[in-house]
């Protein structure tokens, strides 16, 4: 699976947007990018995936870039209870692949008053 | 919304006992998995399984681990022989989604802590 990299921590403004970059910049074709979060050690909570094309869910906007090799996970109006650790996962799906999940280290979210 | 349950929340044990974490998975899901999270440190993968049997499992997932589906709706993980360095959350997960096609996403339990003295 490719390898992201995430800035360690970011800090946003309550009501703001919140802007989260990944790198992935040896991503292939058949690998798609997936967003979760933890929340103060609890279970890792999915946001959103895509694989070529911009996505938005009530939770989230995914937008990757043209050439695939970044993306950015954009919560619209970050509130205080969007602190959290976001990790960025790209994974290829197909034969081979049995669905497991390589968590990195993450960026943690700190959302302010 | 349909959730993984896990217990119990939290569990200590001595050194070189046995503890069964449970797990019951979302009920139309047929991929399961374990991983494990020692505090402080990243989210690790243990084992995924499916269809009665291991799919995958990675070199923390050693001898003193064995999972099991034992009826219809409960995962099991078992250590056998708890070490000091087995205390950590260990997270439930399972997916309605086969891996093999198409987006796989995972939905995880809030975790079992596991201390072990």
């Known amino acids: 699976d490719a390898k992201t990299t995430q800035p360690p921590s970011m800090d946003c403004a309550e009501g703001r947007a919140a802007n989260l970059p990944c790198n992935h910049s040896?991503?292939?074709?058949?690998?798609?990018v997936y967003w979760y979060r933890q929340i103060h050690s609890q279970g890792p909570q999915y946001i959103i995936h895509?694989?070529?094309n911009n996505e938005t869910n009530e939770m989230a906007s995914l937008i990757i870039t043209e050439d695939r090799k970044s993306s950015t996970l954009i919560l619209p109006h970050a509130t205080l209870r969007d602190t959290a650790v976001y990790y960025c996962?790209?994974?290829?799906?197909?034969?081979?692949?049995?669905?497991?999940?390589?968590f990195g280290q993450g960026t943690t979210l700190q959302v302010k008053p | 919304e349909p959730e993984v349950t896990q217990t119990p929340s939290h569990q200590v044990t001595q050194m070189g006992q046995e503890v069964i974490l449970r797990c019951v998975p979302i009920?139309?899901?047929?991929?399961f998995y374990w991983y494990r999270q020692i505090l402080g440190q990243k989210v690790e993968f243990l084992v995924s399984?499916?269809?009665?049997?291991?799919?995958?499992k990675s070199e923390i997932f050693d001898d003193q681990f064995s999972v099991e589906r034992p009826d219809g709706s409960n995962f099991t993980l078992k250590i056998r022989s708890t070490k000091l360095e087995d205390s950590a959350m260990y997270f439930c997960?399972?997916?309605?989604?086969?891996?093999?096609?198409?987006?796989?996403?995972?939905?995880f339990g809030a975790g079992s802590r596991l201390t072990v003295l």
């Open positions: 996962i790209v994974r290829v799906h197909g034969s081979g692949n049995t669905g497991k999940l390589i």
């Open positions: 399984f499916y269809n009665n049997e291991i799919s995958e």
């Open positions: 040896t991503i292939s074709g058949n690998e798609y």
């Open positions: 997960a399972s997916s309605e989604d086969s891996p093999y096609s198409g987006a796989n996403v995972l939905t």
């Open positions: 009920s139309n899901h047929l991929y």
């Open positions: 895509g694989l070529k």
